[in-house]
């Protein structure tokens, strides 16, 4: 809604409800759990819903479904937020800090189950304003590819979802900012592990070892190669090394060393698409470390696809945003070579997925996602609830333009 408006009964509701969100939050983030072990986060989710009349049922072992029908024939809308923490120690001291150590919220998965339950009340209290269904998914371990496990369990059947909506807080946004993107806007990821075989030896006598030491430097620097020759500067190409692990004494030449890293890309096909960087990586590694005598093995891990937000989808949720946001400065376009696997669910429906700006430099909400001192502007919280509110009730107002469901 613009300034000039006065706040309507969606708008008081959800401002009635505040408190009830931030404690959703707070009590979600003082008890993280990893991925496919939100066990306590599954229960209380559950409790929620059902005080409201939801009924819920388990998917994918901790995830948690459930289905606000109004009775009426229309379409099937999804609503997604994530669940699972990170293994990082908390480094900060908040009221709400974490109770269990090593493991924190910090991506602000906290604050979209806090979004989406609060949602999940305030659709069921206008039940009456929509014509089909919505499907609110909390989907377990997003760090780790754990939508492609509730895809595979039927998430988007029994119902059919016709298109999906979510929502991720977002510190690099600055507060009251909102950035809802056609096109890519996560990247895909693969995942490598790398073990170079050599041959051990004395430090002193070099060339009586393979040192895979050696290879594993060149690789690195090589393998740069394929971003900034191999594929143009303007379809975005990351290839990083995360670890590097190898030798065990200043004088011993080891005899393999091992390498773990990514490769993220912002364009449609990844690994399967034109650029093929994947492939470009592994005949990279092959050939560098033939050229030092040494073998490797090469594991890739296939994490996430690119998310690429429906054009239809995405123009829906801008609409929506004008009527939240007081000014349509405060809309903007955001790209990301981060990933989410919310890009599964998309991949196979028409998607938006929305970035929520929380970043507050006076408050220290500024921080990058997974640092152990990541918080976000609660004050923020608010705005995501009504996007995924009036998101859902403009779906089913405007239905009737959509050319995918037109097709149906």
């Known amino acids: 809604m613009n300034c000039t408006q006065k706040p309507d009964s969606i708008q008081k509701r959800i401002i009635e409800l505040e408190q009830e969100l931030i404690d959703l939050r707070r009590d979600f983030h003082m008890y993280p759990e990893l991925g496919f072990q939100e066990f306590r986060t599954a229960e209380k989710i559950e409790n929620y819903l059902q005080k409201l009349g939801y009924e819920t049922i388990r998917m994918a072992k901790t995830g948690v479904v459930t289905i606000l029908d ?57 039940k009456t304003s929509l014509n089909g269904k919505i499907k609110f998914v909390f989907q377990p371990n997003e760090e780790i590819a754990g939508a492609i496990h509730m895809i595979e369990e039927g998430v988007l059947e029994n119902p059919k979802v016709d298109a999906v909506m979510g929502i991720h807080v977002w510190t690099p946004i600055d507060s009251g900012k909102i950035a809802i993107t056609p096109g890519p806007v996560m990247g895909g990821l693969d995942v490598f592990k790398i073990t170079i075989h050599g041959k051990g030896g004395h430090t002193g006598l070099p060339e009586d070892a393979i040192d895979p030491i050696i290879a594993a430097a060149n690789l690195i620097q ?10 143009s500067n303007l379809k975005a190409t990351v290839i990083m090394f995360g670890k590097i692990k190898g030798g065990t004494k200043s004088n011993i030449i080891p005899d393999k060393v091992e390498l773990e890293g990514s490769i993220r890309f912002l364009y449609p096909g990844g690994p399967d698409s034109e650029e093929k960087p994947t492939q470009r990586f592994i005949r990279v590694a092959e050939q560098v470390c033939a050229t030092h005598l040494c073998r490797c093995d090469i594991n890739i ?64 909400t500024n921080l990058s996602h997974h640092h152990p001192k990541f918080d976000i502007d609660e004050t923020i919280l608010p705005k995501g609830v009504e996007m995924f509110v009036r998101g859902a009730l403009h779906f089913f107002e405007k239905a009737n333009r959509l050319s995918f469901l037109k097709q149906k």
């Open 70 to 126: 109004s009775g009426r024939p229309g379409p099937v809308l999804m609503l997604r937020a994530d669940m699972d923490a990170l293994p990082i120690t908390q480094n900060n001291e908040k009221d709400y800090k974490s109770r269990n150590e090593g493991v924190m919220h910090a991506c602000g998965h906290d604050a979209h189950m806090a979004m989406l339950l609060v949602a999940a009340r305030v659709l069921i209290e206008n």
């Open 222 to 231: 090589t393998s740069q190669i394929i971003q900034t020759r191999e594929i």
């Open 301 to 364: 891990t296939h994490e996430n696809i690119p998310l690429i937000n429906h054009k239809e989808m995405t123009a829906l949720a801008r609409e929506t945003a004008i009527e939240i946001f007081p000014s349509e400065n405060q809309i903007i376009d955001n790209q990301t070579i981060a990933s989410e696997d919310f890009s599964e669910f998309s991949e196979k429906v028409p998607g938006v997925f929305i970035f929520l700006g929380t970043g507050n430099e006076a408050i220290g």
